[in-house]
């Protein structure tokens, strides 16, 4: 379970898009940033200096981080299980993931809208519960909170889970 918090040093961004936060307040880290085509080959031009990558699930896990930011991104995944392995197999000690909070979204949650996203850019929404018993079937949670009221985005913190012996 969570220990000590230990002072970052590195940080990967999946899903980073423009690089806004890592450029504009991560910038004393190193910083690997993953994003998808065509962004990537705009970010490489863009910010020559910084470290990308092709964004690929499938990749070896042999990249390490203190932290994994992952905001904004796993609602826009057919399979976000791909993702939470993918993010497994990162040696880092620390994940944060945000995603809209379902219930926030829409005004009338209380008479129980299932239906799917409004926002034609997603796939998925997850309401409160949803979402912490979701990430915590992967990953050891210690925070998850609304953290942009305006935006209706929830953040979970979390550790990876250590492996289980078979």
Not at 52 to 69: E, Q, R, T, Y
Not at 74 to 93: G, S, T, V
């Amino acid at each position: 379970m969570h220990q000590k918090f230990v002072p970052l040093k590195s940080i990967i961004d999946i899903g980073c898009g423009s690089a806004y936060k890592l450029i504009k307040y991560l910038g004393q880290y190193d910083t690997l940033g993953l994003e998808l085509s065509p962004t990537y080959e705009w970010l490489m031009e863009k910010y020559p200096s910084r470290r990308w990558m092709k964004s690929d699930f499938k990749l070896p896990g042999n990249i390490s981080a203190d932290l994994v930011l992952c905001a904004d991104v796993i609602e826009h995944l057919r399979d976000p299980d791909e993702l939470l392995a993918f993010i497994k197999r990162i040696n880092c000690q620390y994940i944060i993931f945000s995603t809209p909070r379902r219930e926030m979204l829409y005004r009338f949650w209380n008479r129980g809208y299932w239906g799917p996203p409004k926002n034609k850019h997603h796939i998925r929404e997850w309401s409160f519960s949803e979402f912490y018993q979701y990430i915590s079937q992967s990953f050891d949670v210690f925070l998850h909170s609304i953290t942009n009221r305006e935006q209706k985005t929830q953040m979970v913190v979390c550790e990876n889970k250590p492996l289980q012996s078979q």
